[in-house]
C-alpha cells in the first residue's frame, strides 16, 4: 500500500470512529430495561363490541387496546414504580355500583348472559393502587336470540 494509500486509509478510519452515531443508539427510552423518564401520558382505546357475535349469540366482546401503559398482574404501591407503566383495567356495566378488575390484558373484554336491551360498559385504566387514569365507555344493544336456534 502506498503512503498517500495508507494515509487516506488511516484518516478514513479516524473519521468514522469519531463520528457519532446517532441513528444506530436506541433512545434508553426505548428498552424496558431501563426507567422512563417523564413517560408519555397513558391512553386507552376502546372499540364498539363486535357486531357478529353480539348478533348472532348476544356475546359482547369489546375490543381494546392502550398506549405507554400496559396491562399486567401488578397491584400494591411497590408496582407503581414500574417503567414502563403499567397497572390493570377496571371495569364496570350500566352504571352498577360495583365493577371488576382485568389484570389479563388479553385485548378484549367478554361478557356474556347480558340480558336483551340497552347497555353500557365502561373501561377505565387504573395504577397498581387502583388510581383511575382514564376511561372509555361504549353503549350498545344486546338483541334478543331466539334460544331455540342454540
Known amino acids: 500500500m502506498t503512503v498517500i494509500a495508507r494515509a487516506l486509509a488511516t484518516a ?6 469519531s463520528t457519532p452515531v446517532y441513528a444506530q443508539t436506541p433512545h434508553p427510552a426505548a ?11 397513558p ?36 408496582a407503581s414504580d414500574v417503567s414502563p407503566r403499567a397497572g390493570h383495567l377496571h371495569v364496570s356495566i350500566d352504571d352498577l355500583p360495583w365493577r371488576w378488575a382485568d389484570a389479563g390484558g388479553t385485548g ?12 353500557k360498559v365502561l373501561i377505565e385504566i387504573a395504577t397498581p393502587e387502583h388510581e383511575v387514569l382514564g376511561g372509555k365507555a361504549v353503549k350498545f344493544t344486546v338483541p334478543a336470540i331466539d334460544s331455540a336456534h342454540h
Not at 12 to 17: D, H, I, P
Not at 43 to 67: H, K, M, N, W
Open 12 to 17: 478514513g478510519l479516524l473519521f468514522a470512529a
Open 31 to 41: 428498552t424496558q430495561f431501563l426507567p422512563i423518564k417523564d413517560e408519555p401520558a
Open 43 to 78: 391512553q386507552l382505546f376502546v372499540d364498539q363490541p363486535l357486531p357478529g357475535p353480539l348478533a348472532s349469540r348476544a356475546v359482547v366482546i369489546i375490543p381494546y387496546r392502550t398506549e405507554n401503559f400496559r396491562i399486567l398482574p401488578i397491584f400494591g404501591a411497590s
Open 108 to 119: 378484549a373484554v367478554v361478557l356474556t348472559g347480558l340480558p336483551p336491551g340497552e347497555h
